[in-house]
Each structure stands twice: as C-alpha cells, then as structure tokens.
C-alpha cells in the first residue's frame, strides 16, 4: 500500500519506487531483527556475481537510508509515519 500511495503502478527497477522499496524493506528489517543482522543480509543481498556497480552502490546506498530512517525515527516512537520519514530522507540524496 505504502508504494502505491506513492507511486501508483509504477514498475522496475532503479527507479524511485525500487529505492523506497530497498530502503523501507531495511527500516523493517532493523525493526525485526536489529541494525547489524539488518546490515549484514542488505550487504549480503547485493553482494553477487553480475550485479552492476552503479546499481549495486545505489541500492547500498538506499539500504543505509532506511536503516538510519529507523535508528532516527523509529526508536523514538513514530513507527506508524516510517513510509513518509523514508520518502523524505530519500528526496534528501537524491
């Protein structure tokens, strides 16, 4: 729900959808499993044969957005606005 209020159907990859998707996918997961399990299967997911540098250095990139959306935002009790607070930090560096 959350990429189509922001998106409406847009599809693909590298693309503004797939960053809010790869950086909100990373705020959850630092949510259920803490920042360094987090970090280590964002890492690990970028991490194979193929993968071009470009794509691979954004996706790391939004990756580490999303975790620092929850380490700043989360934890402080605003886990109901986690979409929007990603979306902004996103427009931030791009």
Known sequence: MVFL???GKQAGQDIKRDALRH???NAMNVHSFGLTIATNMANA???YVGNPTEAKA???N???VGR???ATFVSNGYISSLPVVVWRKLKMVH
């Open 45 to 47: 997911h970028e991490d």
């Open 23 to 25: 950086a909100y996918f």
């Open 68 to 70: 620092a959306s929850y």
């Open 5 to 7: 209020y922001f998106f």
């Open 58 to 60: 954004m996706d790391l």
């Open 62 to 64: 939004n990756n580490s």
